[in-house]
């Protein structure tokens, strides 16, 4: 149980490794010809270097702790055999001669203890020195991966003669950028190996500077994956609304090329063109026929409705209109989200 909660408290060197293996892997199937792959190679192998390092830096140095021990020992029974031999040689010291003995002591028990300070500190600047060179190589890693990703861009449509060339479509751009920003943060994990087991204040600045250097490179990657997803989104509106445009064309000539009545319109050529009657001479007719016609023109006519524009058009025209209005509103709703 202590093991386990020991292992989920802390970074394992293997499962940082498997995990970089991994996404190596991922990144040799679908770009193979990419040198992103060959990188991640190399950040393999650099953090397999640094489990080795990390456990060197966290053993101690016993043949150095011995030798600075016993040095520490020789100075201090050289400074013990300096006051003895003081003791015995002086007797009965004047004012002047007792301040100048305190002031010479003084100095020298400063001098003695910085020297001592100096060796019982001088493993731990060894070892920061060891971490600070292998974070300083991991930062150099973060700067490699963003230029990988430096002139990976999709929105830039308009190029010159030495612009690089973009045969990646924006899917494949998507996943080129997050693969980028797997590596950054894989890139602080291994940083972070270097000061599991080792407290010091100056190796843990420098992880802490390339922490916040991968994050502020991821962070510039994801704004650029945001901007490539908005990208496609608006082209992808634009050849919705162009489909759409085009069948409603394609719909128009349809109908005019069928030559269908207008409902309502009235053919004023054929009208014209009619022959007139013969005129013959209107006789006026009697009262009491008048009388007789009266409820005939006074009962309603049948009422003809005229025929919708549904039943004129023919049936591939009708589904035609529908389902390109069914395609505008659901540009617009797009737009509108």
């Known amino acids: 149980m202590q093991d386990t909660e020991r292992r989920q408290k802390s970074l394992q060197a293997d499962r940082i490794y498997e995990t970089i293996s991994r996404l190596g892997k991922r990144i040799r199937e679908r770009f193979p010809d990419s040198s992103l792959a060959s990188l991640c190679e190399e950040l393999r192998d650099?953090?397999?270097?640094?489990?080795?390092?990390?456990?060197?830096?966290?053993?101690?140095?016993?043949?150095?702790?011995?030798?600075?021990?016993?040095?520490?020992?020789?100075i201090v029974l050289g400074v013990i055999g300096a006051v003895v031999s003081l003791e015995r040689t002086t007797q009965d010291p004047s004012l002047a001669v007792f301040v100048q003995l305190l002031e010479a002591g003084i100095n020298d028990v400063v001098l003695i203890g910085a020297a001592i300070f100096f060796l019982m500190t001088f493993e731990t600047r060894i070892?920061?020195?060891?971490?600070?060179?292998?974070?300083?190589?991991?930062?150099?890693?973060?700067?490699?991966?963003?230029?990988?990703?430096?002139?990976?861009?999709?929105?830039?449509?308009?190029?010159?003669?030495?612009?690089?060339?973009?045969?990646?479509?924006?899917v494949e751009l998507e996943r080129y950028l997050d693969y980028c920003t797997e590596m950054l943060?894989?890139?602080?994990?291994?940083?972070?190996?270097?000061?599991?087991?080792?407290?010091?204040?100056?190796?843990?600045?420098?992880?802490?500077?390339?922490?916040?250097?991968?994050?502020?490179?991821?962070?510039?990657?994801?704004q650029k994956i945001t901007l490539i997803e908005s990208h496609a989104q608006r082209v992808r509106l634009q050849e919705k609304a162009a489909e759409t445009e085009a069948s409603l064309e394609a719909i128009a000539d349809a109908v005019a090329e069928s030559d269908l009545p207008v409902p309502g319109a009235t053919n004023t050529s054929e009208s014209a063109a009619a022959p007139?009657?013969?005129?013959?001479?209107?006789?006026?007719?009697e009262p009491?026929?008048?009388?007789?016609?009266?409820?005939?023109?006074?009962?309603?006519?049948?009422?003809?409705?005229?025929?919708?524009?549904?039943?004129?058009?023919?049936?591939?025209?009708?589904?035609?209109?529908?389902?390109?209005?069914?395609?505008?509103?659901?540009?617009?709703?797009?737009?509108e989200d």
Not at 139 to 147: E, V
Not at 186 to 192: E, H, I, P, S
Not at 193 to 221: C, P, W
């Open 46 to 74: 650099v953090s397999e270097d640094a489990k080795n390092r990390s456990e060197q830096i966290s053993r101690p140095l016993i043949g150095l702790r011995i030798g600075l021990g016993v040095l520490v020992a020789a």
């Open 127 to 170: 070892k920061r020195n060891r971490a600070l060179n292998a974070i300083h190589e991991l930062r150099s890693f973060a700067h490699i991966i963003d230029m990988h990703q430096l002139t990976k861009d999709v929105t830039r449509m308009q190029g010159t003669a030495s612009s690089p060339a973009r045969v990646m479509t924006a």
């Open 185 to 222: 943060s894989l890139v602080g994990k291994v940083a972070a190996l270097y000061i599991q087991h080792f407290d010091d204040q100056g190796a843990v600045a420098a992880v802490n500077e390339v922490e916040n250097l991968t994050t502020g490179l991821s962070r510039k990657i994801w």
């Open 276 to 285: 007139p009657e013969s005129s013959q001479a209107v006789v006026p007719e």
């Open 288 to 335: 009491a026929e008048v009388e007789a016609k009266a409820p005939e023109l006074d009962a309603p006519t049948a009422s003809v409705e005229p025929a919708s524009a549904e039943a004129l058009l023919p049936e591939d025209s009708v589904a035609k209109v529908e389902d390109s209005v069914a395609e505008v509103e659901d540009s617009v709703a797009e737009v």
